[in-house]
């Protein structure tokens, strides 16, 4: 079984930042992907970030500038580092994998940023 587990959520004043982590267990293979999803309350799940096996990085427009993703491919992690943290970022962060067509999720972390 493949589990994915994401680490460094909390509560940040506006302007501050976080580090997001996310380790994936029982895999032997490269993910073709990973990256973050964001899911604020009243909102749909949004990507917010995602980076391929060769390196390749996307990003919403909310976070360009702000927001950095990378992964280490021989312990199949992903993070994603969050600068100049707004309001509106507050959400619950899942981190994605996917391989072939094998979607797999963690279970989110919590980023709350307010004063």
């Known amino acids: 079984q493949v589990q994915l587990v994401e680490s460094g959520g909390g509560l940040v004043q506006p302007g501050g930042s976080l580090r997001l982590s996310c380790a994936a267990s029982?895999?032997?293979?490269?993910?073709?992907?990973m990256g973050w999803h964001r899911q604020a309350p009243g909102k749909q799940r949004e990507l917010v970030a995602d980076?391929?096996?060769?390196?390749?990085?996307n990003y919403a427009d909310s976070v360009k500038g702000r927001f950095t993703i990378s992964r280490d491919n021989a312990e199949n992690a992903v993070y994603l580092q969050m600068n100049s943290l707004k309001p509106e970022d507050t959400a619950v962060y899942y981190c994605?994998?996917?391989?072939?067509?094998?979607?797999?999720w963690g279970q989110g972390t919590q980023v709350t940023v307010s004063s």
């Open positions: 980076i391929t096996s060769g390196g390749r990085t």
């Open positions: 029982g895999s032997y293979f490269t993910f073709n992907a």
């Open positions: 994605n994998a996917l391989y072939t067509r094998r979607s797999y």
